[in-house]
């Protein structure tokens, strides 16, 4: 992730690329990121995040989708992050014993919202379900038993209250979120993604 990241900064390594591709990395603020990975991306989240920080880049924020704890760095179930993270679940990684590496993840994160999305499925937090029937991709377990149309809405919400978040906070260039949230604006962002009745609590 850092080297892409270094690649998009060094503005003669976009030499190469197509003028559309150019357009968008010229787009990317490097000094606003916000890292979001699923499953053993989530992992890599975690550690990137952590390395790019050292590298000098600022993180805004990070969304881990149905995290796989299993490959993350004991450290990281220790050391204490200050990015304020969204941590997204189906039903089966949060009832899974690895649960517990990822509760550590969270706990020793300062500002976090944990949410479940009931009756989905671990590839749900992927485009894999969208591009089969709903009955292919139950019988396949792709996707679980809620409409593949209100999982993907409530998985978008979700995301999208998060980074309005950041945005209306002003998480900027390595301020910490939480000292800027109060347990009242906690409560209120969580009463707003609860608005959904497929988003759990994981508080």
């Not at 990281?76 to 590496?101: D, G, R």
């Given at each position: 992730m850092k080297n892409v990241l270094d690649a998009i900064k060094d503005s003669h390594m976009l030499e190469g690329f197509t003028s559309s591709l150019n357009d968008v990395f010229r787009e990317i603020d490097l000094d606003n990121l916000v890292i979001c990975g699923h499953s053993f991306g989530g992992a890599a989240v975690?550690?990137?995040?952590?390395?790019?920080?050292?590298a000098g880049y600022k993180i805004k924020g990070r969304i881990v989708l149905d995290i796989w704890s299993m490959p993350v760095n004991e450290k990281y179930l220790e050391q204490k992050s200050t990015i304020p993270s969204l941590f997204l679940f189906c039903p089966k990684f949060?009832?899974?014993?690895?649960?517990?590496?990822?509760?550590?993840?969270m706990s020793v994160t300062t500002t976090?919202?944990?949410?479940?999305?009931?009756?989905?499925?671990?590839?749900?937090?992927?485009?894999?379900?969208?591009?089969?029937?709903?009955?292919?991709?139950?019988?396949l377990n792709l996707s679980g038993s809620l409409d593949p149309e209100l999982a993907h809405q409530s998985i978008h919400e979700t995301i999208t209250t998060f980074l309005e978040v950041l945005d209306s906070k002003g998480a900027l260039l390595g301020s910490s979120l939480a000292s800027m949230l109060s347990v009242t604006d906690i409560e209120a962002i969580d009463a707003k993604i609860l608005e959904n009745q497929y988003v759990l609590s994981l508080r």
């Amino acid at each position: 992730m850092k080297n892409v990241l270094d690649a998009i900064k060094d503005s003669h390594m976009l030499e190469g690329f197509t003028s559309s591709l150019n357009d968008v990395f010229r787009e990317i603020d490097l000094d606003n990121l916000v890292i979001c990975g699923h499953s053993f991306g989530g992992a890599a989240v975690i550690h990137a995040c952590d390395s790019l920080q050292e590298a000098g880049y600022k993180i805004k924020g990070r969304i881990v989708l149905d995290i796989w704890s299993m490959p993350v760095n004991e450290k990281y179930l220790e050391q204490k992050s200050t990015i304020p993270s969204l941590f997204l679940f189906c039903p089966k990684f949060v009832a899974s014993p690895e649960f517990q590496y990822t509760q550590k993840i969270m706990s020793v994160t300062t500002t976090t919202f944990n949410y479940e999305i009931k009756d989905i499925s671990h590839q749900q937090f992927s485009d894999t379900p969208y591009f089969l029937w709903h009955a292919l991709t139950s019988r396949l377990n792709l996707s679980g038993s809620l409409d593949p149309e209100l999982a993907h809405q409530s998985i978008h919400e979700t995301i999208t209250t998060f980074l309005e978040v950041l945005d209306s906070k002003g998480a900027l260039l390595g301020s910490s979120l939480a000292s800027m949230l109060s347990v009242t604006d906690i409560e209120a962002i969580d009463a707003k993604i609860l608005e959904n009745q497929y988003v759990l609590s994981l508080r």
